[in-house]
Nanobody
Framework: QVQLVESGGGLVQAGGSLRLSCAASGRTFSTSAMGWFRQAPGEEQEFVAATDWRGRSTTYADSVKGRFTISRDNAKNTLYLQIDSLKPEDTDVYYC?????????????????WGQGTQVTVSS
């Protein structure tokens, strides 16, 4: 069992940066692939980024490549998402998720545990 709590969201101007954190409890964090997803009201949840259990393999949605960086600190049971060069279209609720797999996963169905989300709002 893994419990996830996101933080770090907020209101920021376009071009700014945020760092989202996802604190995990449970013994399996360090052996779980982790991901970030986002969702706007009335829209489907969208894959953003994922990392393997060690943080050595990462993958990103095309829309965020070069601006978002996923990382993890297994000693602190924490997942991060550094978001730079924010755009108004990045406005969403951002969710972290934990997979039973150790390896990078892109599909929502590959993730077992989800946080409650943190709101990111980008003003133009």
């Amino acid at each position: 069992q893994v419990q996830l709590v996101e933080s770090g969201g907020g209101l920021v101007q376009a071009g700014g940066s945020l760092r989202l954190s996802c604190a995990a409890s449970g013994r399996t964090f360090s052996t779980s692939a982790m991901g970030w997803f986002r969702q706007a009201p009335g829209e489907e949840q969208e894959f953003v980024a994922a990392t393997d259990w060690r943080g050595r393999s990462t993958t990103y949605a095309d829309s965020v490549k070069g601006r978002f960086t996923i990382s993890r600190d297994n000693a602190k049971n924490t997942l991060y998402l550094q978001i730079d060069s924010l755009k108004p279209e990045d406005t969403d609720v951002y969710y972290c998720a934990a997979s039973r797999s150790m390896f990078v996963r892109l599909a929502k169905s590959d993730y077992e545990y989800w946080g409650q989300g943190t709101q990111v709002t980008v003003s133009s």
